[in-house]
């Protein structure tokens, strides 16, 4: 199979952003660019020199939307929503997938290799200040946490030390069903919601699903009404006070970071399906 260039890999996945793109202006969906995207966005006007990948959040309403769209055939002929909720991710929310690759990730095992993708985050509109949401909060970040770990191939550690001790668990992750944590961890997630047409001051947009939520709770009034910033020379949506999410998150994010303080790579290897591009 032919591997791709990086300028391929950014290619195919700024892509699936642009399907990503049609869908939502087509149906009145919302979304924002987030994470490294967005500060390749406001930074770079287009993707961090060393990133590999593409996230976006998009409102809990929005997203169960955009999956119903999906299953109705919605989406552009090369491309798929991957979900614990048919087996074709691991992962707690959906990847806008090009079916057209093959894409390995650095730290998993071959046998979770999908398409290149964007990565779509589910942000949950929530009561900041219930008792239950950070009970839910906890629950679904250990879920999380016990999911990664799980999907984590010893192999690919970073270091002899991180190796050993994946060795030294993996005969128990391996047993764990990280699709069933991937669902309840979701289900956490959905559960606080409220009403998306409710308006309190209390109410805040939050993400249960990959991180910390307090890493990650938002005002609406920071993401809406959104914003359009340049991403590869094309205009896509960004929150509205996009520059005090990034600094919320990131701290100093304007900033080039010297080598040894960026992320890794996400991709180990990625390849074309059937051996071309099909172009």
């Not at 090009?98 to 894409?103: N, Q, S, Y």
């Given at each position: 199979m032919?591997a791709?260039?990086m300028e391929e890999?950014?290619?195919?996945?700024l892509?699936?952003?642009r399907?990503?793109?049609?869908?939502c202006?087509?149906?009145?969906?919302r979304y924002?660019?987030a994470?490294?995207?967005?500060?390749?966005a406001?930074?770079?006007?287009?993707?961090i020199p060393?990133?590999?990948?593409?996230?976006?959040?998009?409102?809990?309403?929005?997203?169960?939307e955009l999956?119903?769209?999906f299953?109705v055939?919605e989406?552009?002929s090369?491309?798929?929503?991957t979900s614990?909720?048919?087996?074709?991710?691991?992962y707690?929310f959906?990847?806008l997938?090009?079916?057209?690759?093959?894409?390995?990730?650095s730290?998993?095992?071959?046998r979770?290799?999908?398409g290149l993708?964007v990565?779509?985050?589910?942000?949950?509109?929530?009561?900041?200040e219930?008792?239950?949401?950070?009970?839910?909060?906890?629950?679904a970040?250990?879920?999380?946490?016990w999911?990664?770990?799980?999907?984590?191939?010893?192999?690919?550690?970073t270091?002899a030390?991180?190796?050993?001790?994946?060795y030294?668990i993996?005969p128990?992750?391996?047993?764990?069903?990280?699709?069933?944590l991937?669902?309840?961890a979701?289900?956490?997630?959905r559960s606080v919601?409220?009403?998306?047409?409710?308006?309190?001051?209390?109410a805040r947009?939050?993400?249960?699903?990959?991180?910390?939520?307090e890493?990650?709770?938002l005002?609406?009034?920071?993401?809406?009404?959104?914003?359009?910033?340049?991403f590869?020379?094309?205009?896509?949506?960004?929150?509205?006070?996009?520059?005090?999410?990034?600094?919320?998150y990131?701290?100093?994010?304007?900033?080039?970071?010297?080598?040894?303080?960026?992320?890794?790579?996400?991709?180990?290897r990625?390849?074309?399906?059937?051996?071309d591009?099909?172009?």
């Amino acid at each position: 199979m032919a591997a791709l260039t990086m300028e391929e890999i950014r290619e195919v996945e700024l892509g699936c952003l642009r399907e990503l793109d049609r869908v939502c202006r087509a149906h009145g969906l919302r979304y924002a660019l987030a994470y490294g995207t967005l500060i390749g966005a406001m930074r770079h006007k287009g993707f961090i020199p060393w990133d590999d990948d593409i996230d976006v959040y998009m409102p809990r309403s929005d997203y169960e939307e955009l999956y119903r769209l999906f299953r109705v055939g919605e989406l552009g002929s090369r491309y798929t929503l991957t979900s614990y909720r048919d087996h074709s991710s691991i992962y707690p929310f959906f990847k806008l997938v090009d079916t057209r690759t093959r894409a390995e990730e650095s730290f998993l095992n071959e046998r979770h290799a999908s398409g290149l993708w964007v990565d779509i985050f589910p942000l949950d509109y929530v009561d900041i200040e219930s008792p239950r949401l950070k009970r839910v909060a906890a629950q679904a970040y250990r879920l999380v946490y016990w999911r990664h770990v799980a999907a984590t191939d010893p192999r690919f550690a970073t270091s002899a030390r991180a190796r050993a001790l994946k060795y030294a668990i993996y005969p128990l992750t391996r047993r764990i069903d990280q699709y069933r944590l991937a669902r309840r961890a979701d289900e956490l997630a959905r559960s606080v919601n409220l009403d998306p047409a409710a308006r309190s001051p209390r109410a805040r947009y939050v993400l249960l699903v990959d991180d910390r939520m307090e890493r990650n709770i938002l005002a609406p009034s920071d993401l809406f009404p959104v914003g359009e910033a340049f991403f590869e020379g094309e205009r896509f949506p960004v929150p509205a006070k996009a520059a005090d999410v990034l600094t919320a998150y990131y701290g100093t994010w304007e900033q080039i970071p010297p080598p040894d303080q960026r992320p890794p790579a996400h991709l180990r290897r990625v390849v074309w399906v059937g051996g071309d591009s099909e172009k």
